[in-house]
C-alpha cells in the first residue's frame, strides 16, 4: 500500500501537506498531486514550452495525452528582441492594417497577424499561424513568423476551448 498523506519535509518539495493520488506514493511520485499546500489554488501543469511558426509555415499539435481537454494558456507575439517578446497577444486578439489607394482603381489591402488554437482531439492540441495579406479579397503574402509559448494544465479545460 503507498504512502498516500505527508505533513512535513519532502525531500522533493520542502515543507507542506502531500496527498498523493490513489496508487501513488506521496514520498516518491512524480505525478501531480491530489492536494499540494504549496500551490494553493494553482494548476498543476502538464507541459511547456516555446516554438515558432514561420510564415506559411506547417500547423503545430502538442501532444498531451491526458484523454480530456485540458486548459490551455498560449501567448504569440511577432517581434523578439534580445530574446524578449516586445509585445505578446493572447490567442483571442489579433491585429490588421488597412491601406485603400483612392488614385485610378480602389485597391483594399489588409495584413493581419494572429493564431488560432484547438483541441483535435482528446489528447491534442492544434497551433496555426492565421497571418497574411489579403489584397481586394486575394491572400498575396502569407504573413508573419509568430513566436508562441504555451502551458497545457492537467486542470480539466472549463473555458469552452478559449484557453487563459
Not at 519532502?10 to 514520498?27: C, E, F, P
Amino acid at each position: 500500500m503507498a504512502n498516500r498523506v505527508l505533513m512535513g519535509n519532502r525531500a522533493t518539495g520542502g515543507y507542506g501537506l502531500y496527498v498523493s493520488k490513489t496508487g501513488d506514493d506521496v514520498l516518491t511520485t512524480t505525478n501531480p498531486m491530489a492536494f499540494d499546500s504549496r500551490t494553493g489554488s494553482g494548476w498543476a501543469v502538464k507541459d511547456y514550452g516555446q516554438f515558432i511558426i514561420s510564415a506559411g509555415g506547417a500547423d503545430v499539435t502538442k501532444t498531451h495525452n491526458l484523454g480530456y481537454n485540458p486548459l490551455v494558456a498560449i501567448r504569440w507575439s511577432t517581434s523578439i528582441t534580445g530574446g524578449v517578446a516586445t509585445t505578446v497577444f493572447n490567442p483571442c486578439e489579433s491585429f490588421f492594417e488597412r491601406e485603400r489607394e483612392s488614385s485610378g482603381q480602389a485597391t483594399v489591402t489588409e495584413k493581419g497577424s494572429g493564431l488560432t488554437w484547438s483541441h483535435v482531439n482528446t489528447n491534442s492540441i492544434i497551433i496555426k499561424n492565421k497571418s497574411g495579406t489579403i489584397t481586394n479579397g486575394v491572400t498575396t503574402s502569407t504573413g508573419d513568423d509568430l513566436y508562441i509559448a504555451y502551458i497545457i494544465f492537467y486542470q480539466p479545460d472549463f473555458t469552452g476551448g478559449r484557453g487563459i
